[in-house]
């Protein structure tokens, strides 16, 4: 059963986060590219459960498209619409795993006992570092027309995505004091701009804070989850 779940995690998190393009996130309005996505859930799910005939496959398509619809037609931008959102789509799969726990073992990928540990990492990475980086934008978006210091274009977000990728490499290598020193060195190379502008020393200080709040939450996640299946090998899984 944990293995369907991690196999429907990855799909989703591709399918939403990697597949997703800005391109299609404007225009998901138009008819044609918000049915594109609902294929797109489809062929994720069937490529990472290995299978293509299940009819449950079907159904999370189109409950996917119902909570997109919501959020797309009825519900404002921002952090909590983006998170009511997603918790919906993790409810649906939740549920579905729990209505057919035996998607899993059905596909062609079950005799590899490795690869559910190798979904929920691939998922952690992509939760922790692309999620992430929207749910950070969206909480930050209410202050981003102040005037703030200039810096490189997206070179905020790119450090984001960065420092996350970095804290979600040190839990899973057993390393997580190391986050400290980043925090350090982070907190030294902006200090100029902190202790300058007390705007924008409290914009950098609020995304850094959510930034790192939510990598750590995400990667001790994924820690729960590599834990209920067979091991990697590779990482040295703590407690």
Do not use: C
């Amino acid at each position: 059963m944990i293995a369907t779940f991690t196999a429907l995690l990855l799909a989703h998190a591709l399918a939403d986060f990697v597949l997703q393009t800005g391109w299609m996130v404007e225009r998901k309005r138009e008819p044609q590219i918000f049915l594109l996505h609902g294929v797109i859930v489809l062929i994720t799910a069937q490529a990472a459960l290995g299978t293509v005939t299940a009819w449950e496959l079907v159904a999370l398509a189109t409950a996917h498209l119902i909570i997109d619809a919501i959020k797309t037609y009825a519900l404002p931008g921002g952090l909590w619409p983006f998170l009511t959102d997603q918790a919906a789509h993790i409810a649906t799969l939740i549920t579905l795993t729990l209505m057919a726990p035996n998607l899993w073992s059905m596909g062609i990928w079950s005799d590899i006992s490795w690869l559910p540990g190798l979904f929920a990492l691939l998922a952690g990475v992509i939760i922790t570092t692309r999620a992430g980086g929207f749910a950070i934008g969206f909480l930050m978006s209410p202050w981003s027309t102040h005037e703030l210091p200039a810096g490189l274009p997206n070179g905020g977000a790119l450090i984001g995505t960065l420092e996350r990728s970095l804290i979600f490499l040190l839990v899973m290598v057993g390393q997580p004091a190391g986050i400290g020193f980043l925090i350090a060195a982070k907190s030294v190379l902006r200090f100029d701009t902190t202790s300058q502008n007390q705007s924008a020393g409290e914009y950098v200080i609020i995304g850094t804070l959510a930034s790192f709040g939510w990598a750590l939450t995400a990667s001790y996640a994924t820690l729960a989850l590599m834990r209920h299946l067979p091991p990697l090998g590779i990482l040295p899984i703590s407690p």
